[in-house]
């Protein structure tokens, strides 16, 4: 099993900025990633990384605001929110891969490739 604690939501002006933190324990991961859903829609990736933060991947509504990087030392993986928009405001959740990082078929933002998930964190920004 893999645990996940998210922190370091909250609100925000448009413009602003910040940073997600997610701690991983137990087994090791092969993939991580930042998911959110905002009210009333599908949950979807906005930024993954694989291979201990080689590859990353990015949704294109954050390309250029947002940065993913991880801590392998920490087993923590962090989502840098800069230039945030109202439209970013959502639930965020990050999420962890053992085996299911390997479904090549699935695009690297896809749910499919995460087995474990955090229980989340809000992020608001207002106008």
């Known amino acids: 099993q893999v645990q996940l604690v998210e922190s370091g939501g909250g609100s925000v002006q448009a413009g602003g900025s910040l940073r997600l933190s997610c701690a991983a324990s137990g087994y090791s991961t092969n993939c991580m990633g930042w998911f959110r859903q905002a009210q009333g829609k599908e949950r979807e990736g906005a930024a993954t990384?694989?291979?201990?933060?080689?590859?990353?991947y990015y949704a294109d509504s954050v390309k250029g605001r947002f940065t993913i990087s991880q801590d392998n030392a920490k087993n923590t993986v962090y989502l840098q929110m800069n230039s945030l928009k109202p439209e970013d405001t959502a639930m965020y959740y990050c999420?962890?891969?053992?085996?299911?990082?390997?479904?090549?078929?699935?695009?690297?933002?896809?749910?499919?490739?995460?087995?474990?998930w955090g229980q989340g964190t809000q992020v608001t920004v207002s106008s």
């Open positions: 999420a962890a891969g053992r085996s299911a990082c390997q479904k090549r078929l699935y695009g690297p933002l896809s749910r499919v490739r995460f087995e474990y």
């Open positions: 990384t694989y291979t201990g933060g080689g590859r990353t």
